[in-house]
């Protein structure tokens, strides 16, 4: 089969299988990496490709500007985020194709077509890599995965072309792929060993013939490190990744053995898949000797296919060095585990059975009986693969839907449950969201996240003592959280008292200058207030200035302060073009309300005017209930 009839059936097979997810709503991390994202909502270079910093998309300006261009295209509408992940998904089954062929003919392997095609069918509509689709900040993992498969057919065709054009042509394709990879993911770094290993074993015959033939375009994909490494040092992920984050290096690699083995049981029977494993919780190793000696044997398998098969051996090996930056002794203290990291490895182990089912119908008695038996397995197998994947897009149909079935598969997570709490409040039931919310505070008392869930159904009922005591219990568990710390201050406003909401708000910006809402309500209130003693026109102006540059002019009612920040310095001119560009921004957001508010505004700014109401920002006034906890998983 030709590579463009291939590439129409694969993108035909993973239309049936995803088509009823495109119009589910975002989930999870979507909110902070996409529909609160101000970074996307411009195509300037400037600001596409400077990710905001804490989020899952920090350091991963390649995943930014392609949300960047969704946003251009589609607004917040989630099925052209998905259609997007959608392509890009089909795009690496197409890849796979051609570098299964391509390895088996240069081998001279019966049927490679065939056997490319099954490999790419079954990765294409498996459900284990469907989290990258109906999870659509999972983006990255799409992306890093395209470049990586990009790298290699770039070294397959250096590696196989006959002139010195078609070597150069396919050593700048795997170049440019690996450059735009680090800058896609973290996980990225592999690449120049991912392409060495694979060169070694597919194409030059051993790892010394690889490097003595291609060194030049072995030692450019090395040198892309450097991209990685400023990116990293530009925006750093200290708060979730590395060896101080509060998890230990031996108990997160306790952790990855269950993991491991959970990866290969899902690929093999791909039930219950779980959105979200939580954190690494406190685990022994006795606890997990059986997966542990799992683990071994197919380290042990890996390495000795690869020393008597080097083709055989690759993919096993390879899927090994995909999961090492996030799978081994590298703590992520926010994530424990994600089916989405046995993405590629998935592709491969697909490879590696499709292989080892051709070898054994080569073997057969009547080799042609054997393969029709063989395509008529596969093809009842992809159509079995396909309505598992629908019945699991329909589980993210809904939060609550998508979170009840991670509570299931995982009772006793504790960020399951104030997940599940956050979506069924949203459905208008805060009793059962209460319970759930004390029940992820009694399997976690440092749970401050949990606190603050608390304290927010406590004012929806109108207890604001009671949310009050829960956001201080909150800072109590976090002092360092600077988006709690603003909420405090937000509801000290609100409760009439803008000493105390000042003192929190300053000190949320002690802590990271740039927190733009924290900002946004100090400056609204030192140019609002009706007491002469809270405003302060010139400080105000500082303060929503830092806040415009942090959300990169892009938050409608950043823009508000800033207008309204002006007029009480008198510079009623400058009040109105930014009260302008509030509206227009407001407009542009589809935020009606605040566009009228913004335009009666206007209106005082206009007669000379400036604002005063006992209103604070954070009660219904610019950045209100912007503000976004910190990024839940990091990869």
Not at 86 to 107: E, I, K, N, S, Y
Not at 320 to 341: K, Y
Not at 379 to 389: D, I, P
Not at 482 to 493: M, P
């Amino acid at each position: 089969m030709g590579g463009g009839r291939a590439a129409l059936l694969l993108a035909l097979l993973s239309l049936c299988a995803y088509a009823n997810a495109l119009d589910n709503p975002f989930v999870f991390d979507d909110g902070v990496a996409i529909e609160r994202n101000l970074h996307i909502r411009s195509l300037r270079p400037q600001i596409a490709l400077v990710p905001p910093r804490d989020t899952p998309v920090a350091g991963r300006p390649v995943v930014n500007a392609s949300f960047a261009v969704d946003y251009a295209l589609h607004g917040l509408d989630p099925r052209g985020f998905r259609t997007t992940n959608l392509a890009l998904h089909t795009a690496c089954a197409w890849l796979l194709f051609w570098l299964v062929r391509d390895v088996l003919r240069a081998r001279g392997a019966a049927s490679p077509d065939g056997v490319a095609l099954a490999a790419s069918a079954v990765f294409a509509v498996h459900p284990l890599a469907s989290e990258t689709i109906d999870y659509v900040t999972q983006r990255s993992e799409l992306l890093v995965s395209l470049f990586l498969l990009l790298v290699l057919v770039g070294v397959a065709r250096a590696a196989r072309a006959e002139s010195a054009r078609g070597r150069r042509a396919g050593g700048a394709l795997a170049f440019g792929a690996c450059a735009l990879g680090m800058a896609t993911k973290e996980s990225m770094a592999v690449a120049p060993v991912l392409a060495l290993l694979f060169d070694g074993a597919c194409c030059a015959g051993s790892l010394r013939r690889a490097w003595q033939s291609r060194r030049a375009l072995h030692l450019g994909l090395a040198g892309n490190w450097l991209v990685l490494a400023w990116l990293h040092a530009s925006a750093p992920r200290g708060l979730s990744v590395g060896f101080d984050v509060g998890v230990t290096p031996s108990t997160y690699l306790a952790h990855q053995m269950q993991m491991l083995t959970t990866y290969l049981a899902r690929a093999l029977w791909p039930h219950p898949l779980v959105l979200d494993y939580g954190w690494p919780l406190p685990l022994a190793w006795r606890e997990v000797v059986p997966q542990t000696a799992f683990v071994a044997l197919w380290v042990l398998l890996a390495l000795g296919l690869w020393w008597r098969r080097p083709a055989l051996g690759f993919p096993l090996l390879a899927g090994l060095v995909v999961l090492a930056p996030s799978s081994s002794f590298v703590p992520i203290a926010t994530e424990v585990g994600a089916e989405r990291r046995f993405y590629l490895p998935l592709a491969g182990l697909v490879a590696l059975a499709a292989a080892g089912v051709a070898a054994l119908c080569a073997r057969a008695r009547n080799p042609r009986h054997a393969r029709r038996l063989a395509a008529a397995a596969t093809a009842l197998l992809v159509a079995l693969l396909v309505v598992v994947t629908r019945a699991r897009n329909r589980d993210y149909e809904s939060g609550e839907r998508i979170w009840r079935s991670v509570v299931a598969a995982r009772p006793a997570q504790p960020r399951a449950l104030l997940s599940l709490a956050k979506a069924v409040r949203e459905e208008g039931r805060p009793d059962e969201a209460e319970a759930l919310a004390r029940e992820a505070l009694r399997l976690w008392p440092h749970y401050a996240l949990a606190e603050v869930q608390l304290a927010g159904l406590a004012e929806a009922r109108g207890d604001l003592d009671g949310a009050e005591l829960h956001l201080r219990r909150a800072l109590a568990l976090d002092p360092q959280d600077g988006e709690i710390r603003t909420n405090f201050g937000s509801l000290l406003a609100r409760r009439g008292r803008p000493d105390l909401a000042a003192a929190e708000w300053q000190a949320a910006l002690a802590g990271d200058p740039d927190l733009a809402y924290a900002a946004n309500n100090l400056a609204w209130q030192r140019a609002t207030h009706p007491d002469p003693r809270w405003r302060d026109g010139a400080s105000a102006v500082e303060l929503a200035l830092r806040a415009e540059r942090a959300t990169a002019g892009l938050d409608a009612g950043v823009l508000d302060t800033l207008a309204a920040s002006h007029a009480e310095m008198g510079r009623f001119d400058l009040a109105l073009a930014a009260a302008e560009r509030a509206r227009a921004r407001a407009e542009a957001d589809g935020d009606a309300q605040l566009a009228r508010e913004i335009a009666a505004r206007q209106a005082e700014y206009r007669a000379g005017r400036a604002v005063r109401t006992l209103v604070s920002a954070a009660a219904g006034s610019p950045g209100s209930e912007r503000a976004a906890p910190p990024s839940s998983s990091p990869n």
